[in-house]
Nanobody, 120 residues
Framework: QAQLVESGGASVQAGGSVRLSCLAS?????MGWFRQARGKEREEVAT???????VYAESVKGRFTSSQDKAKKTTYLQMNSLKPDDTAVYYC?????????????????WGQGTQVTVSS
């Protein structure tokens, strides 16, 4: 099984940038970034397949970029031009099979989350 640890959460002004990191205990076929604001439904931010192809949610497209360091087993989420609506707990997730399975059945493993707060 995979074990995930997120880090890098911060409090910033609107327009600022934050980079999140997700350290995984093993390489998986599909990685995902999610966020959940208090009292709201969890939202998918991005998914990254085994080839590094990333699909972003429309709400973050053009502002967020995900990347991976295979040697460090770490996935990053660079968040630029942050807005107050981006305020949420951000989670990374892993699916050991493929992204198609994750999209249909949900991700199998989840990190503990890290808080990002964006003020006006």
């Amino acid at each position: 099984q995979a074990q995930l640890v997120e880090s890098g959460g911060a409090s910033v002004q609107a327009g600022g940038s934050v980079r999140l990191s997700c350290l995984a205990s093993a390489v998986t076929a599909c990685m995902g970034w999610f966020r959940q604001a208090r009292g709201k439904e969890r939202e998918e931010v991005a998914t990254i397949d085994i080839f590094g192809t990333t699909v972003y949610a429309e709400s973050v497209k053009g502002r967020f970029t995900s990347s991976q360091d295979k040697a460090k087993k770490t996935t990053y989420l660079q968040m630029n031009s942050l807005k107050p609506d981006d305020t949420a707990v951000y989670y990374c997730a892993a699916e050991p099979r493929v992204c198609g399975v994750a999209s249909r059945q949900g991700f199998r493993y989840w990190g503990q989350g890290t808080q990002v707060t964006v003020s006006s």
